[in-house]
T-cell receptor
Framework: DAMVIQNPRYQVTQFGKPVTLSCSQT?????MYWYQQKSSQAPKLLFH???????NEADTPDNFQSRRPNTSFCFLDIRSPGLGDAAMYLC????????????FGPGTRLTVT | RKEVEQDPGPFNVPEGATVAFNCTYS??????FFWYRQDCRKEPKLLMS???SGNEDGRFTAQLNRASQYISLLIRDSKLSDSATYLC??????????FGTGTRLKVLA
C-alpha cells in the first residue's frame, strides 16, 4: 500500500513555464518535506511543513514555493523553471521533526526543455 | 569537512560475500542515525535505523560508535538484489536530516 504518493512521476516543462508537483500521504504524519536530488548527489532540502507551519531553507531560491492545504497533501510550485531545475523532486514525511525516520515518495523527475 | 561523509565506492563484491560500509559525521550532538537504500533513479527507502546498542535485521547489521562519530552497515551473504546505493542519514537537530552522498554496491554473480 502506497504511503507517500507523488504525481506525476515524470514531468516535462518548458523553460519559464510554471509547473506544480503534488505529494499526498496516508501516514497522517505531521511533517512533510520537499527535497531536490540531482544525479549522483545527496538530496537537498528545499523546505518543510510542520503541520501548517512552513519552513524555508535559507538557500532555497524564491522560484520555489510550496502549499500544504491539509495534512495529507503538499504541493511544490516552480514558478519559472530554468534548465538548472531539472532534477528528481522527492517528497518525504515523518511523524515528528527529530529522532524519527523519514518516508519518501517515489519522486517526480522533472525535465526542462 | 562535510557533515556526513561516505566512501562513494563502488564496492564490487561476489555473491555471498560480506561487505561493510562506514559513514562518519561531524556533529557530535547528532541524535539519530539511519541507513537508506536507493536504487538507480528511485527514491530512498529506509533500510534500518541505527541504535546505540547496535541492531540487526536479517543479513543487515548496523552499529553506532559515538566516540569516533561513525556508523557502519554490515551486509552478510550478499545477494545480487543488494546492488544499490546506500545512504547514511544523520539527524542533527530539529528537521535537520543530513544525507551522505551514498556508497555504491555492486554484487557480482
Amino acid at each position: 500500500d502506497a504511503m507517500v504518493i507523488q504525481n506525476p512521476r515524470y514531468q516535462v516543462t518548458q523553460f519559464g513555464k510554471p509547473v506544480t508537483l503534488s505529494c499526498s500521504q496516508t501516514l497522517n504524519h505531521n511533517v512533510m518535506y520537499w527535497y531536490q536530488q540531482k544525479s549522483s548527489q545527496a538530496p537537498k532540502l528545499l523546505f518543510h511543513y510542520y503541520d501548517k507551519d512552513f519552513n524555508n531553507e535559507a538557500d532555497t531560491p524564491d522560484n520555489f514555493q510550496s502549499r500544504r492545504p491539509n495534512t495529507s497533501f503538499c504541493f511544490l510550485d516552480i514558478r519559472s523553471p530554468g534548465l538548472g531545475d531539472a532534477a528528481m523532486y522527492l517528497c518525504a514525511t515523518s511523524r515528528d521533526r527529530v529522532g524519527v525516520e523519514q518516508y519518501f515518495g517515489p519522486g517526480t523527475r522533472l525535465t526542462v526543455t | 569537512r562535510k557533515e556526513v561523509e561516505q566512501d562513494p565506492g563502488p564496492f564490487n563484491v561476489p555473491e555471498g560475500a560480506t561487505v561493510a560500509f562506514n559513514c562518519t559525521y561531524s556533529n557530535s550532538a547528532s541524535q539519530s542515525f539511519f541507513w537508506y537504500r536507493q536504487d538507480c533513479r528511485k527514491e530512498p527507502k529506509l533500510l534500518m535505523s541505527v541504535y546505540s546498542s547496535g541492531n540487526e535485521d536479517g543479513r543487515f547489521t548496523a552499529q553506532l560508535n559515538r566516540a569516533s562519530q561513525y556508523i557502519s552497515l554490515l551486509i552478510r551473504d550478499s545477494k545480487l538484489s543488494d546492488s544499490a546505493t546506500y545512504l547514511c542519514v544523520v539527524n542533527t537537530g530539529t528537521y535537520k536530516y543530513i544525507f551522505g552522498t551514498g556508497t555504491r554496491l555492486k554484487v557480482l554473480a
